[in-house]
C-alpha cells in the first residue's frame, strides 16, 4: 500500500475499510499508481467532515469518507469500499445513473435539491432525500475520468417538514368540527389516510365509526378486532401499532381508541414515535372537547326543554287555533319570543304574542317572566291596553325585559271582534274569507319600558272564515332589507299557503316558505280562524 494513500486516510473510520481493500484486485490497481487527478481527489475525500464519494474510471469504482459512510445505512458499509458504483446501486441506478453519465460526457456538474430516492440500504426499502452535486475528476491529461459526489442526506428535514403539514391539516380540520366526537373520528381518518406517513388509522367508540387502511379508505370496518385500551391507559405499542386512549378526562374512562400506523418507509423510531403519539393525542383532545360539547349541549337542551314544557303553553284545546314555536338556536327549545292563549270567561281567549331582546336561556328566562305576569293580569278581566300597562311596570324590574314587543288581544267567538293593542310588535295580518288581507296596524306604540303617552286599543269585527295570523319579527325581519318587503311577503306566502293548505298544516307551512332564506330567528306564529 502507497505511503501517500495511508497517510490520505488517516484520521478517518473509514480508514481501516480503505486500508483493507486489496486496491491492486480493482480496476484502479495499486494505489501508488494512481494519477494525480485521482490521488487529490482521494485526499480531499478524506480531509474533510462532509460527506464525500469518489468514483474513478469505468466502473466508477468507488471511494467514500466517514461522513458518506453514514448515507450506506446498516448495510452496505464496508462492502461498498472498492466497489463498482452501479453495481452498489444498482436499485437506484435508473435515477442516479444518467447523472454520472452527464458529468463524464460534458464535464459539467450537476446539483439537485431533495432529491427522491428510494433505497435498501438498512434491511427495508427506504425513502430518503439528497441534496448533491456530482462534479468531473480529471486525468493527468485533462480528461474526465471520474465523478465526486458532494452530498447532504436531507431525508429527516422533508420528513420533519411533512410530518409538521400533516399536523397543521389535522388541526385546522378539527378546529370547525369539535362538536360530536363521531364527526371528530370521521374528519381526523379523512386527513391522516391521505398523509404520506400514515397507512393505517382507525378510530374506534363503542360502535366503530373509523376506516382503516388507505386501500379500504371507503370501506367501514369492525374495530374488533384492533386492540383496545382499558379505561385511563396509556397509549401501547403492538409492533409497529399505536394504540392510543381516546380519554376526554384523566378522571373519565377513554370513550374508544385511535390505532396509527406510520409508513414502513421510515424507521420505526423514536421520531415516526413521536410523530404518531402527536397525532393520536391531537385526536384524543378534539374528542375530549367534542364530547364536553356534548355533554353541555345535553345539559342545555335538558334545561330548555323543562323551561319549554313550564313556559310554552300548549295548543289551545279549540281546533279554530293553531300555535308554533321555533327558536334560532337547534340545541335549545325557547328562546326570547313567546306566545299564549289563555281561555277567559264567557268563552273569550286572551292571546298574547311576544318578543324579548336577545336569545338562548337568558332570554327564555325573561320571556318566561313576562308570560306568566301576562297571563295572571288577563285572568284578572284586564283589557289588552291595561294589560300592556301593567307590564311596562313588570318588566322594569325583570333584567333583560327592556325594550321586549308585545301584541296583546282578547278574541270573542260570539260577539266576532279581536280588540287589540301593540306594544312596538309587527303588525297582526287579517285574512278574509273574501281573500282580501289587511293589517292589524292599530293601537300601536312604543315597545315595554320605553316613554308613552298611554296604551290605546282597537276593535276590529271578523267574520266566518277569516284568519287572525300573529308572528314574531323573525319571520319577516332580515337584515339589509326592509321590514315592509318582510311584511308584502308574508302577505304573499300567506294567502297561498291559506289557498292550498289546511289550518293544521298552515303554520309549518307559513315558517318552511317564510325561513328558506336561511333566516335564524326565534319564532312564534299563532293562527285563529274565526267560526
Same mark, same amino acid.
Given at each position: 500500500m502507497a505511503d501517500w494513500f495511508s497517510t490520505a486516510v488517516r484520521g478517518q473510520d473509514c480508514a481501516e475499510a480503505a486500508l483493507r481493500v486489496d486496491w491492486g484486485s480493482t480496476p484502479l490497481g495499486d494505489p501508488a499508481g494512481w494519477p494525480l487527478g485521482l490521488r487529490s481527489a482521494v485526499e480531499l475525500c478524506f480531509s474533510t467532515r462532509f460527506a464525500v464519494l469518489v468514483t474513478w474510471g469505468p466502473e466508477l469504482t468507488m471511494i467514500y469518507n466517514d461522513g458518506y459512510r453514514d448515507m450506506l445505512g446498516s448495510d452496505l458499509h464496508p462492502r461498498a469500499m472498492g466497489a463498482a458504483a452501479p453495481v452498489l446501486w444498482g436499485q437506484i441506478w435508473d435515477d442516479v445513473g444518467p447523472l454520472f453519465d452527464e458529468v463524464m460526457r460534458s464535464g459539467l456538474p450537476t446539483w439537485d435539491v431533495d432529491m427522491p430516492l428510494m433505497m435498501n440500504r438498512s434491511g427495508f426499502l427506504e425513502e430518503t432525500r439528497f441534496t448533491f452535486s456530482y462534479s468531473p475528476l480529471r486525468d493527468d491529461d485533462g480528461v474526465v475520468r471520474g465523478v465526486m459526489?458532494?452530498?447532504?442526506?436531507?431525508?429527516?428535514? =422533508?420528513?420533519?417538514?411533512?410530518?409538521?403539514?400533516?399536523?397543521?391539516?389535522?388541526?385546522?380540520? /378539527?378546529?370547525?368540527?369539535?362538536?360530536?366526537?363521531?364527526?371528530?373520528?370521521?374528519?381526523?381518518?379523512?386527513? /391522516?389516510?391521505?398523509?404520506?406517513?400514515?397507512?393505517? =388509522?382507525?378510530?374506534?367508540?363503542?360502535?366503530?365509526?373509523?376506516?382503516?387502511?388507505?386501500?379500504?379508505?371507503?370501506?367501514?370496518?369492525?374495530?374488533?378486532?384492533?386492540?383496545?385500551?382499558?379505561?385511563?391507559?396509556?397509549? =401501547? #405499542?403492538?409492533?409497529?401499532?399505536?394504540?392510543?386512549?381516546?380519554?376526554?378526562?384523566?378522571?373519565?374512562?377513554?370513550?374508544?381508541?385511535?390505532?396509527?400506523?406510520?409508513?414502513?418507509?421510515?424507521?420505526?423510531?423514536?421520531?415516526?414515535?413521536?410523530?404518531?403519539?402527536?397525532?393520536?393525542?391531537?385526536?384524543? &383532545?378534539?374528542?375530549?372537547?367534542?364530547?364536553?360539547?356534548?355533554?353541555?349541549?345535553?345539559?342545555?337542551?335538558?334545561?330548555?326543554?323543562?323551561?319549554?314544557?313550564?313556559?310554552?303553553?300548549?295548543?289551545?284545546?279549540?281546533?279554530? #287555533?293553531?300555535?308554533?314555536?321555533?327558536?334560532?338556536?337547534? &340545541?335549545?327549545?325557547?328562546?326570547?319570543? #313567546?306566545?299564549?292563549?289563555?281561555?277567559?270567561?264567557? $268563552?273569550?281567549?286572551?292571546?298574547?304574542?311576544?318578543?324579548?331582546?336577545?336569545?338562548?336561556?337568558?332570554?327564555?328566562?325573561?320571556?318566561?317572566?313576562?308570560?306568566?305576569?301576562?297571563?295572571?293580569?288577563?285572568?284578572? $278581566?284586564?283589557?289588552?291596553?291595561?294589560?300592556?300597562?301593567?307590564?311596562?311596570?313588570?318588566?322594569?324590574?325583570?333584567?333583560?325585559?327592556? &325594550?321586549?314587543?308585545?301584541?296583546?288581544?282578547?278574541?270573542?267567538?260570539?260577539?266576532?271582534?279581536?280588540?287589540?293593542?301593540?306594544?312596538?310588535?309587527p303588525p297582526g295580518l287579517l285574512l278574509a274569507a273574501d281573500g282580501s288581507t289587511t293589517w292589524l296596524a292599530e293601537a300601536r306604540s312604543v315597545p315595554l319600558t320605553l316613554p308613552h303617552r298611554g296604551r290605546t286599543e282597537h276593535e276590529t269585527t271578523l267574520t266566518p272564515g277569516d284568519l287572525v295570523l300573529l308572528y314574531t319579527d323573525g319571520l319577516v325581519e332580515r337584515r339589509d332589507t326592509r321590514l315592509r318587503t318582510g311584511l308584502e311577503r308574508l302577505a304573499t306566502v300567506a294567502g297561498a299557503a291559506r289557498a292550498e293548505t289546511s289550518l293544521d298544516a298552515l303554520p309549518e307551512r307559513l315558517m318552511d316558505d317564510m325561513l328558506a332564506d336561511g333566516a335564524r330567528d326565534d319564532v312564534a306564529l299563532v293562527v285563529y280562524r274565526a267560526g
Open positions: 459526489d458532494i452530498a447532504t442526506e436531507t431525508t429527516d428535514q =422533508v420528513v420533519d417538514r411533512r410530518r409538521m403539514s400533516t399536523l397543521s391539516r389535522l388541526s385546522t380540520a /378539527l378546529h370547525g368540527h369539535r362538536s360530536d366526537p363521531s364527526t371528530v373520528a370521521r374528519v381526523a381518518t379523512e386527513v /391522516l389516510l391521505e398523509a404520506e406517513d400514515v397507512t393505517e =388509522v382507525d378510530v374506534s367508540f363503542d360502535v366503530p365509526v373509523g376506516t382503516v387502511d388507505r386501500g379500504a379508505a371507503d370501506d367501514q370496518v369492525d374495530g374488533a378486532g384492533s386492540p383496545q385500551p382499558s379505561p385511563g391507559a396509556q397509549p =401501547v #405499542w403492538h409492533g409497529p401499532l399505536l394504540v392510543a386512549p381516546l380519554a376526554p378526562h384523566p378522571d373519565r374512562a377513554a370513550l374508544g381508541s385511535i390505532t396509527l400506523r406510520g409508513t414502513d418507509r421510515r424507521p420505526l423510531d423514536e421520531t415516526q414515535r413521536a410523530f404518531l403519539l402527536l397525532l393520536a393525542t391531537t385526536v384524543s &383532545n378534539a374528542v375530549a372537547e367534542a364530547d364536553e360539547h356534548r355533554r353541555r349541549v345535553t345539559h342545555l337542551r335538558s334545561v330548555s326543554d323543562t323551561l319549554q314544557r313550564a313556559m310554552v303553553p300548549d295548543t289551545p284545546s279549540s281546533p279554530r #287555533w293553531q300555535v308554533r314555536y321555533r327558536p334560532a338556536d337547534d &340545541n335549545l327549545s325557547v328562546g326570547g319570543d #313567546w306566545f299564549d292563549v289563555i281561555e277567559l270567561s264567557g $268563552g273569550r281567549f286572551g292571546l298574547v304574542v311576544g318578543d324579548c331582546v336577545g336569545h338562548g336561556i337568558g332570554a327564555a328566562a325573561s320571556m318566561g317572566r313576562l308570560s306568566s305576569a301576562g297571563r295572571a293580569v288577563l285572568l284578572a $278581566g284586564s283589557g289588552p291596553a291595561h294589560t300592556l300597562s301593567m307590564l311596562d311596570d313588570f318588566a322594569r324590574t325583570v333584567p333583560g325585559a327592556e &325594550n321586549a314587543t308585545v301584541f296583546c288581544g282578547i278574541v270573542d267567538p260570539q260577539a266576532m271582534t279581536l280588540t287589540y293593542s301593540s306594544a312596538g310588535h
